[in-house]
Nanobody, 117 residues
Framework: QVQLVESGGGLVQPGGSLRLSCAASGSIISILTMGWFRQAPGKQRELVASITRSGSTNYADSVKGRFTISKDNAKNTVYLQMNSLKPEDTAVYYC???????????WGQGTQVTVSS
């Protein structure tokens, strides 16, 4: 099965930007939907953004207008561009894919994003 590896996290000041990458071990061109999730300490994991095979995107209300999800099928990589970051964006970010009709129950290490001055 396709393995996903997240990268690109780090420490950034409020108002700053980061770009996360999710590299897949195989082709993503036929995957129906891929997405980015995040989990902050003491909170449930939440879906932040998703992108379909055709390129349609959806975002959580909390990140609309600030985050952009995109993918490069040739590089088997999904990106999350995060702008105007806020302290409440601090979390471990994970990427995942839809298997069948639901998100796969297999999570990678994620990448830590910390927004702090």
């Amino acid at each position: 099965q396709v393995q996903l590896v997240e990268s690109g996290g780090g420490l950034v000041q409020p108002g700053g930007s980061l770009r996360l990458s999710c590299a897949a071990s195989g082709s993503i061109i036929s995957i129906l939907t891929m997405g980015w999730f995040r989990q902050a300490p003491g909170k449930q994991r939440e879906l932040v953004a998703s992108i379909t095979r055709s390129g349609s995107t959806n975002y959580a209300d909390s990140v609309k207008g600030r985050f952009t999800i995109s993918k490069d099928n040739a590089k088997n990589t999904v990106y999350l561009q995060m702008n105007s970051l806020k302290p409440e964006d601090t979390a471990v970010y994970y990427c995942n894919l839809v298997l069948g009709s639901s998100w796969r129950n297999d999570w990678g290490q994620g990448t830590q994003v910390t927004v702090s001055s």
